[in-house]
């Protein structure tokens, strides 16, 4: 199963709203979940099961789909959400990410 | 609080071995599946190898596959990943990684990463 990740770079304003999509090779019903990474960090775990908000992570952010297409939305951009964006599939063995979306400063 | 920290990265030469540990703390460590996630300077992340809570079970990334080994010791809250016949695209930071329930394949907490590097 291969996932594709768009866009790959993200130009984007404090405020906008942003969708990021990752779009599966066959159906993954809604095992997917999304991670944020920043530089010379590890990633955290923001969304599972498609849609579910990791505890601690605000409300701004939320994922959304089933099958093969998912989003990512963040509602209103703040400056400490610019970074790179992962999802990975947990549906089936290896569980491969997405090739990443980097959220950049407009 | 659950803390993961991995040990043991460092210079290789080509063909050679290396053994990585993760010592975790913070949550009960032989219920919980493990992973093993890298990734190559400047590029994205891939997923390695997973283990569940009692080490019975295990897979594979094929570019790793009969070359590494993931192993834990519950009685010592500890993951190991033994590296062998080191190739140069193995350079890398590898996370070790807490599954999110006892096996889910949702990556919830990651350790600080250590750096495997691959070169002569």
């Known amino acids: 199963i291969h996932l594709t990740q768009s866009p790959s770079s993200l130009p984007a304003f404090v405020g906008d709203r942003v969708t990021i999509t990752c779009r599966a090779s066959?159906?993954?019903?809604?095992?997917l979940a999304w991670y944020q990474q920043k530089p010379g960090k590890a990633p955290k775990l923001l969304i599972y099961?498609?849609?579910t908000l990791q505890s601690g992570v605000p409300s701004r952010f939320s994922g959304s789909g089933s099958g093969t297409d998912f989003t990512l939305t963040i509602s209103s951009l703040q400056p400490e959400d610019f970074a790179t964006y992962y999802c990975?599939?947990?549906?089936?063995?290896?569980?491969?990410f997405g090739q990443g979306t980097k959220l950049e400063i407009k | 609080e659950v803390h993961l920290v991995e040990s043991g990265g460092g210079l290789v030469y080509p063909g050679g071995s290396l053994r990585l540990s993760c010592s975790a703390s913070?949550?009960?460590?032989?219920?919980?599946?493990m992973q093993w996630v890298r990734q190559a300077p400047e590029k994205g992340l891939e997923f390695v190898s997973a283990?569940?809570?009692?080490?019975?079970?295990?897979y594979y990334a094929d570019s790793v596959k009969g070359r590494f080994t993931i192993s834990r010791d519950n009685s010592k809250n500890t993951l190991y990943f033994q590296m062998s016949s080191l190739k140069p695209e193995d350079t890398g930071v590898y996370y070790c990684?807490?599954?999110?329930?006892?096996?889910?394949?949702?990556?919830?907490?990651w350790g600080q990463g250590t750096l495997v590097t691959v070169s002569s």
């Open positions: 990684v807490k599954d999110r329930v006892r096996w889910s394949g949702v990556s919830e907490y």
């Open positions: 913070g949550f009960n460590f032989s219920d919980f599946a």
């Open positions: 283990i569940n809570g009692n080490g019975a079970t295990t």
């Open positions: 066959q159906g993954i019903s809604n095992y």
């Open positions: 099961a498609a849609s």
């Open positions: 990975q599939q947990v549906f089936r063995y290896p569980y491969p």
